[in-house]
């Protein structure tokens, strides 16, 4: 079946501009979650949907960083206002359960330069 | 002292070698434990889950020792195709994220 779509793959993006990045979770799929990963390290936690409800954002680096589930389903992760640190990969990924503990399976990623 | 400790490695070893990873976690509440492989510009891709039993998936043997808090994975008869970065993954049962470690990276050689 269909896995984790995300997209745009590759945005570049000037600083100050805004961006949103999409994710379409696989189909049913109750938890939805949302990674930075930079350059030489391991993903890194940003925030943890359960159908359409954020329980968990402790991981959004500044107030410039939104996400949301409106539906239960697709998630946006928007970037206000981009820095260059903001450069990263940002992958997205879903689980079968409402848990955090358990197996996750990973969209291809958007790669998102600040310039 | 972060939470998930790898040796980034490179490892390089030529095909059909035993190739071991170890990681160590620092929360002794972790309950679930898992080890991914990323390919070069790749998404993370779930490898095994790693049981206190101690598990086997073909040349693949993950172990899991909770006393001293630390995870292996050991690849055996290493292929070309097994070249990647080897994530170790730790998450505590509850409200908790979890957590990776910065992966190990290796390179199987002809």
């Known amino acids: 079946g269909a896995g984790v779509s995300q997209s745009p793959r590759y945005k570049v993006a000037k600083r100050g501009q805004d961006v949103a990045l999409r994710c379409d979770p696989i189909s049913g799929h109750v938890s939805l979650f949302w990674y930075q990963q930079a350059l030489g390290q391991g993903p890194e936690f940003l925030t943890y949907f359960q159908n359409e409800a954020q329980l968990d954002k402790s991981g959004l680096p500044s107030d410039r960083f939104f996400a949301e589930r409106p539906e239960g389903s697709v998630s946006t992760l928007k970037i206000q206002r981009t820095q260059q640190e903001d450069s990263a990969v940002y992958l997205c990924a879903s689980s079968s359960t409402g848990t955090y503990s358990y197996e996750q399976y990973f969209g291809p990623g958007t790669r998102l330069t600040v310039t | 002292r972060k939470e998930v400790e790898q040796d980034p490695g490179p490892f390089n070893v030529p095909e059909g070698a035993t190739v071991a990873f170890n990681c160590t976690y620092s929360n002794s509440a972790s309950q679930s434990f898992f080890w991914y492989r990323q390919d070069c510009r790749k998404e993370p891709k779930l490898l095994m889950s790693?049981?206190?039993s101690g598990n086997e998936d073909g040349r693949f043997t993950a172990q899991l020792n909770r006393a001293s808090q630390y995870i292996s994975l050991l690849i055996r008869d290493s292929k070309l195709s097994d070249s990647a970065t080897y994530l170790c993954?730790?998450?505590?049962?509850?409200?908790?994220?979890?957590?990776f470690g910065k992966g190990t990276r290796l390179s199987v050689i002809a």
């Open positions: 993954v730790v998450g505590v049962r509850g409200n908790t994220p979890l957590v």
């Open positions: 790693v049981y206190s």
